[in-house]
């Protein structure tokens, strides 16, 4: 179980968090009728400059080209065809 570092303001970050979980869902649910799918991606710390002036205690091996692929095989009909209202979670592997 990951443990949730705690910081003034959480309670409205987790209630964003949730808010698009239920809306991916019902967007999947109202847009495949459409051919449309709609997935989320929620990645956790990822090495960027934003993260080390925010966060400069945080280590993480996840780098945006690994979010980015991630973005390019949900765009890909090939790969992807089947997966619909999902909520990909992309964690550090340290």
Do not use: W
């Not at 459409?34 to 080390?52: C, D, K, Q, Y």
């Not at 945006?64 to 209202?85: F, H, Q, W, Y």
């Amino acid at each position: 179980m990951r443990r949730t570092e705690k910081f003034p303001g959480l309670a409205a970050y987790v209630a964003s968090k949730f808010a698009v979980v239920g809306l991916t869902e019902a967007f999947a649910v109202e847009s495949i009728k459409l051919g449309v799918r709609t997935n989320a991606i929620a990645p956790g710390a990822v090495n960027t400059e934003m993260l080390r002036q925010v966060a400069p205690h945080l280590r993480t091996s996840t780098e945006p080209e690994d979010i980015a692929k991630t973005v390019v095989m949900l765009c890909d009909d090939d790969l992807s065809r089947r997966i619909n209202g999902s909520l990909v979670e992309i964690y550090s592997n340290e």
